[in-house]
């Protein structure tokens, strides 16, 4: 049973920083490549960040380059988002997700298994 779980959420203020992680199991981690996505108040789901089964390969939505990283350790079978310089906009609930095939794919249909989310809220 593949499972993932995100945790680092919570409130920050604008300009800071918070570093999400996902935590898998019940599956080859490393096989994986693995996405992050938010969906905010009233907004669709959208693509924020994907990487690699080997973390050489990474791909960030046009907006958020620069201020957001993504990164992975496939000895804790853990993904991380690392979030800078946060906005308003960035409030959102972030999700993780697993594509079985290895594609670094910003499309949400592409990813077979999806954590339950964790709440960002970014207060002035």
């Known amino acids: 049973q593949v499972q993932l779980v995100e945790s680092g959420g919570g409130l920050a203020q604008v300009g800071g920083s918070l570093r999400l992680s996902c935590a898998a199991s019940?599956?080859?981690?490393?096989?994986?490549?693995m996405g992050w996505f938010r969906q905010g108040p009233g907004k669709e789901r959208e693509f924020v960040a994907a990487i690699s089964g080997s973390g050489g390969t990474r791909r960030f939505a046009d907006s958020l380059k620069g201020r957001f990283t993504i990164s992975r350790d496939n000895a804790k079978s853990t993904v991380y988002l690392q979030m800078n310089s946060l906005k308003p906009e960035d409030t959102a609930v972030y999700y993780c997700?697993?594509?079985?095939?290895?594609?670094?794919?910003?499309?949400?249909?592409?990813?077979?298994?999806w954590g339950q989310g964790t709440q960002v809220t970014v207060s002035s």
């Open positions: 997700a697993a594509n079985v095939v290895g594609w670094v794919s910003p499309r949400s249909m592409d990813y077979d298994y």
């Open positions: 019940g599956r080859t981690f490393s096989s994986d490549s």
